[in-house]
């Protein structure tokens, strides 16, 4: 029988993390990357975050340095975590993002290799393997019968989008399923919370596109507080999108995809959702030990991968200072 883990058992890894959030990605830090002079002076600045020299400041150079420390992240945390698998929790959407990937290349004849990511919990060349030899056995059951579902589908089909969905149902399906071993309320609330916030986006662009009730019970995902009924309502005509997220962290978000549904700003709304969830995971910082820390951490740290990837690349595309702030979600730190 395995020992029950206790908050105390937490305390070195979350004394660690309180020591590494000194070293993130700040508010003042992304500033002044913005103000830098150009993308190699905004690189510098990151070394104050303990990131490697961007010797190559190409995108691809960008996405090997970044995917690196991406796994760097995971391998130490799982090292050090009572329970690896609240790492596990942030690692299946990469399980998923290369299944996508495998189904396309293979649909398509071609090589997916530039666009696998070695981040979850399968390693991509035994994934790849076990795809082309036609045995996912190794895999979760709930993966593996995600993608037969999904090949057969998309070579009945040919449609890439219904093949989407069915890896995105399994995808909350096993992060959910994965919180819920971990025995976090902390943890599985803010899957819950990913979930309603993956469902109120699909909402709001079903509204902007004009798509009917049954295309919004496709898309939207079980497992989160937000009631399907009520976005379904709100998304054709029926009822105020604010007012169904009003009492949930998800209010301002809600204010702004009603706005966006009658043509407002995608962009300001995105970023609220985003900015819901960083509120919700912010709490971890005012705990001293237990497993709320790391759970804030590994979401903050992916969080600060997307916001150097945006701000480097924004800088080499030469996008102005004011069109990358747009970008950019709030800072944990």
Do not use: W
Not at 87 to 107: E, R
Not at 258 to 275: H, I, P, Q, V, W
Not at 304 to 329: P, Q, S, V
Request: proline share 3%.
């Amino acid at each position: 029988m395995a020992k029950k883990i206790r908050e105390y058992d937490y305390l070195y890894i979350s004394a660690r993390i309180h020591a590494l959030e000194n070293r993130m990605l700040t508010r003042e830090r992304m500033e002044r990357m913005l103000d830098a002079r150009t993308a190699e002076d905004a690189a510098k600045v990151l070394t104050e975050c303990g990131y490697e020299d961007f010797s190559s400041l190409t995108p691809a150079g960008i996405e090997s340095t970044l995917s690196k420390a991406r796994l760097e992240l995971f391998a130490d945390l799982r090292n050090d975590s009572p329970d690896p698998g609240i790492v596990d929790v942030f690692c299946i959407k990469y399980d998923y993002h290369n299944a996508k990937v495998l189904l396309k290349a293979h649909a398509m004849g071609s090589d997916p290799a530039g666009l696998l990511i070695d981040a979850g919990r399968y390693p991509v060349k035994q994934l790849r393997e076990a795809f082309d030899k036609e045995d996912l056995s190794n895999t979760s059951p709930v993966f593996h019968q995600a993608m037969e579902e999904a090949q057969s589908v998309l070579a009945s089909s040919g449609d890439p989008q219904a093949a989407d969905l069915i890896l995105d149902r399994a995808y909350y399906v096993e992060m959910l399923q994965a919180a819920k071993s971990v025995k976090s309320p902390f943890l599985e609330g803010y899957v819950k919370l990913s979930i309603d916030s993956a469902n109120l986006r699909a909402a709001v662009r079903s509204a902007r596109m004009g798509r009917g009730v049954e295309f919004l019970k496709r898309v939207l995902l079980p497992g989160g507080d937000l009631s399907l009924d009520g976005l379904i309502a709100a998304a054709t005509g029926g009822a105020d999108l604010a007012a169904r997220c009003s009492s949930t962290p998800l209010a301002a978000a809600g204010e702004a995809g009603a706005k966006a549904m009658e043509g407002g700003s995608l962009t300001e709304f995105e970023r609220l959702c985003d900015n819901a969830i960083t509120a919700y995971l912010g709490q971890g910082k005012r705990v001293a030990f237990g497993e709320h820390p790391l759970i804030g951490y590994l979401y903050a740290r992916e969080a600060e991968l997307t916001t150097i990837r945006i701000i480097l690349n924004g800088r080499l595309a030469g996008l102005d200072t004011e069109a990358l702030r747009e970008r950019l979600r709030d800072s944990y730190v």
